[in-house]
């Protein structure tokens, strides 16, 4: 399905029935991150999955922030006719984008999984590596370069070599205006702890226990100064959806179940 948010086309599914929840990809991913873990979930609620502006089959636009991606979701919501307030899932920078949709829309929520992600913003280092990759993204004009970094550092080290080879291509094939769109976006986000800290939303942070992106120690430090509940899922690395979804589905589960 399809709906226009901000000028653009973006694309999203909807699978099963019941109680929402939206699933949100991180950088340089798609939906697809997704596929494996909605079956678990879709014989009891109604799981909503985006892809982000700039990635899978929705379009890009040269510039674009956290703030305009959840706006992505929320038009996403309207175009699904779905009014209740949904249990947002957000993997890495599908967190982040999470984040920016609790800020600005909380009456729409009524729970938050972070899943690899985490609630910091860029030091000024990392921002500024990101802004050079974005540049080299454009001047380049494919996300190749991107696409194999990724794909070294997504997977635990014992991955399936055809998961890894899958979502290489995929992050090749993703549009090097969205990429770079999607870097700047980062590089600028706000920092969202203290927002969380304060926030009586219930919280879920996950974690692969080989995550080499956000390791598991800052995820249990964020659980702790947030009052998130922990789950790590053994033998992950950073794309855990993608490497473990039972795993992931069923951690996600015992948080759904929770938070009714
Ligand atoms: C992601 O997986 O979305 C990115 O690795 C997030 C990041 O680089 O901060």
Not at 47 to 53: A, E
Not at 109 to 120: C, E, I, N
Not at 144 to 162: H, I, N, R, S, T
Request: hydrophobic share 45%; charged share 25%; aromatic share 4%.
């Amino acid at each position: 399905m399809q709906t226009r948010s901000g000028g653009v086309e973006i694309h999203f599914e909807v699978h099963g029935a019941g109680p929402p929840v939206m699933l949100v990809h991180g950088y340089p991913l798609s939906g697809a991150l997704w596929d494996d873990v909605v079956p678990h979930l879709a014989s009891e609620y109604r799981v909503i999955v985006p892809d982000l502006r700039g990635h899978g089959r929705s379009e890009p636009t040269e510039r674009v922030t956290m703030e305009e991606m959840a706006d992505d979701l929320l038009a996403v919501l309207d175009a699904a006719d779905e009014e209740r307030p949904v249990v947002l899932v957000g993997m890495s920078m599908g967190g982040y984008v999470a984040l920016a949709f609790c800020r600005r829309h909380p009456e729409r929520v009524r729970g938050l999984a972070l899943v690899d992600s985490r609630a910091s913003a860029d030091g000024p280092e990392a921002a500024e590596k990101r802004r050079a990759t974005a540049a080299q993204v454009l001047e380049a004009g494919t996300a190749e370069d991107v696409a194999e970094e990724m794909a070294g550092k997504l997977f635990a080290d014992g991955a399936d070599p055809g998961l890894r080879a899958r979502w290489r291509e995929s992050m090749a094939a993703t549009s090097p205006t969205g990429v770079a769109a999607a870097l700047r976006a980062m590089a600028d986000r706000p920092d969202s702890t203290a927002f969380l800290r304060r926030s009586d939303l219930p919280l879920l942070v996950t974690v692969g226990s080989e995550d080499g992106i956000t390791p598991p120690d800052e995820a249990r430090k964020l659980a702790a100064n947030v009052g998130a509940t922990l789950e790590v899922i053994d033998g992950a690395g950073h794309a855990a959806p993608a490497e473990r979804p039972r795993e992931v589905a069923e951690a996600l589960r015992r948080f759904l179940e929770e938070v009714g």
